[in-house]
């Protein structure tokens, strides 16, 4: 990995292809479909929340750190957050529908019923899609999540799959202590399970300016149809 593969130009984010775009910022992993498959733990189902966008942003790109073509970016620890949508078997599942929302730097939210929607960071995109390829992998960048009253920090997921149910998850950042006391992660009672959503969310060694890579896997808990 070097500092050319780091500090990518949007354009250039926003165009590569589904398929291995992880691994072309050096954060993603190598990864053969099906090996290791009985040690797949499926993904826990969590809930989708209040705060799913119930008026989308202008901008709905894999890119949540600029909107449109705005100069200015939001506030807040940059990082490139990936990982693979599998099926029980661990086989990656192509033209997967991947949906992700978060709060911002100031812990508000895109919907119009978020508490603090007064503080919002306008520069913040706070929703994001993504179609997988054949790699079954996924991108975004964004940033760090952060807490607000009543939880730990989060990133919401929604999964959509043809002629599946919708699957919603979240995903948690690894030694956060409100993570402790978190109601909604604590329903987990198996740990195995519980720590299957909770990710490190790690400084990227060669960038200059603190960026973090995070990778998050999703078992969904079939096999598609051949």
Same mark, same amino acid.
């Given at each position: 990995?070097?500092?050319?593969?780091?500090?990518?130009?949007?354009?250039?984010?926003?165009?590569?292809?589904?398929?291995?775009?992880?691994?072309?910022?050096?954060?993603?992993?190598?990864?053969? *479909?099906?090996?290791?498959?009985?040690?797949?733990?499926?993904?826990?189902?969590?809930?989708?929340?209040?705060?799913?966008?119930?008026?989308?942003?202008?901008?709905?790109?894999?890119?949540?750190?600029?909107?449109?073509?705005?100069?200015?970016?939001?506030?807040?620890?940059?990082?490139?957050?990936?990982? =693979?949508?599998?099926?029980?078997?661990?086989?990656?599942?192509?033209?997967?529908?991947?949906?992700?929302?978060?709060?911002?730097?100031?812990?508000?939210?895109?919907?119009?019923?978020?508490?603090n929607r007064d503080k919002r960071d306008a520069n913040f995109q706070g929703f994001g899609r993504f179609m997988t390829g054949s790699t079954g992998e996924y991108l975004f960048r964004t940033i760090k999540p952060v807490p607000y009253p009543g939880r730990t920090?989060?990133?919401?997921?929604?999964?959509?799959?043809?002629?599946?149910?919708?699957?919603?998850?979240?995903?948690?950042?690894?030694?956060? *202590?409100?993570?402790?006391?978190?109601?909604?992660?604590?329903?987990?009672?198996?740990?195995?399970?519980?720590?299957?959503?909770?990710?490190?969310?790690? *400084?990227?060694?060669?960038? =200059?300016?603190?960026?973090?890579?995070?990778?998050?896997?999703?078992?969904?808990?079939?096999?598609?149809?051949?």
């Amino acid at each position: 990995m070097n500092n050319n593969n780091l500090f990518w130009t949007r354009r250039r984010f926003l165009s590569v292809g589904a398929a291995g775009t992880a691994g072309a910022v050096g954060i993603g992993a190598l990864f053969t *479909p099906g090996v290791f498959a009985q040690q797949l733990i499926q993904t826990p189902r969590q809930t989708e929340g209040p705060f799913y966008p119930n008026k989308m942003p202008l901008d709905t790109d894999n890119d949540l750190l600029i909107v449109n073509d705005a100069i200015t970016p939001a506030v807040g620890a940059v990082t490139y957050l990936s990982g =693979r949508i599998l099926d029980s078997r661990g086989e990656p599942i192509r033209s997967a529908f991947v949906e992700i929302w978060q709060c911002d730097n100031n812990g508000a939210y895109i919907h119009t019923n978020s508490v603090n929607r007064d503080k919002r960071d306008a520069n913040f995109q706070g929703f994001g899609r993504f179609m997988t390829g054949s790699t079954g992998e996924y991108l975004f960048r964004t940033i760090k999540p952060v807490p607000y009253p009543g939880r730990t920090p989060h990133i919401h997921f929604v999964v959509k799959v043809k002629g599946q149910e919708k699957f919603s998850t979240q995903c948690y950042v690894k030694g956060d *202590p409100g993570n402790e006391r978190d109601s909604i992660l604590k329903n987990i009672r198996d740990p195995k399970v519980r720590e299957s959503i909770i990710v490190d969310f790690a *400084p990227i060694k060669q960038s =200059r300016v603190g960026e973090l890579a995070a990778r998050f896997d999703i078992v969904l808990g079939f096999t598609p149809e051949s």
